[in-house]
T-cell receptor, first 110, second 115 residues
Framework: GQQLNQSPQSMFIQEGEDVSMNCTSSSIFNTWLWYKQDPGEGPVLLIALYKAGELTSNGRLTAQFGITRKDSFLNISASIPSDVGIYFCAGQPSGSRLTFGEGTQLTVNP | ETGVTQSPTHLIKTRGQQVTLRCSSQSGHNTVSWYQQALGQGPQFIFQYYREEENGRGNFPPRFSGLQFPNYSSELNVNALELDDSALYLC??????????????FGSGTRLTVV
């Protein structure tokens, strides 16, 4: 089946630093999504990308849909303590299912 | 606009028992998907329901079954529970049709523990 490789698995950064994480796939996706999950909660959608090469921002977050349609990255600028959580990429080939990466655990030290 | 609501929030069951989890979709959404998230893992797709029919299934055995009702709410049923079924079960609603799904929105999940 389709596999998503998400890296890094974890990051420990200082408040104010920028963060970058990425996902790669062996298969092509038509949609890339980035979610954040806090403990005991469901994933919350941060950014959705629907077109190869698309670069989209949401406040301090920026994500890009790779031109090959097999990768995506998420950048967070000027991190703050509330950015702490697990970030997941998810790819959607078409139709029903999302395939999730294993997540990046972000810790921000004040 | 109401979000996706799931019930119950927590549940403890004994191995071999059966469980039913419930999900109310977000207003305006017609498609419901269920995911299983083991501790420390990303969510894994179980199945999706569109217009009360199963519309895609992941690699889960037949003892995982579901229903969608005319109001687009949904149930996930798991029979013959096994210890490995312990996980966070997430429901997501979206607007689907024509092979596409938009606005995937997740509920807070049901934490199932099988002992």
């Amino acid at each position: 089946g389709q596999q998503l490789n998400q890296s890094p698995q974890s990051m420990f950064i200082q408040e104010g630093e920028d963060v970058s994480m990425n996902c790669t796939s062996s298969s092509i996706f038509n949609t890339w999504l980035w979610y954040k999950q806090d403990p005991g909660e469901g994933p919350v959608l941060l950014i959705a990308l629907y077109k190869a090469g698309e670069l989209t921002s949401n406040g301090r977050l920026t994500a890009q849909f790779g031109i090959t349609r097999k990768d995506s990255f998420l950048n967070i600028s000027a991190s703050i303590p509330s950015d702490v959580g697990i970030y997941f990429c998810a790819g959607q080939p078409s139709g029903s299912r999302l395939t999730f990466g294993e997540g990046t655990q972000l810790t921000v030290n004040p | 606009e109401t979000g996706v609501t799931q019930s119950p929030t927590h549940l403890i069951k004994t191995r071999g028992q059966q469980v039913t989890l419930r999900c109310s979709s977000q207003s305006g959404h017609n498609t419901v998907s269920w995911y299983q998230q083991a501790l420390g893992q990303g969510p894994q797709f179980i199945f999706q329901y569109y217009r009360e029919e199963e519309n895609g299934r992941g690699n889960f055995p037949p003892r995982f079954s579901g229903l969608q009702f005319p109001n687009y709410s949904s149930e996930l049923n798991v029979n013959a529970l096994e210890l490995d079924d312990s996980a966070l079960y997430l429901c997501a609603s979206s607007l689907g049709g024509g092979g596409w799904n938009y606005g995937y929105t997740f509920g807070s999940g049901t934490r199932l523990t099988v002992v």
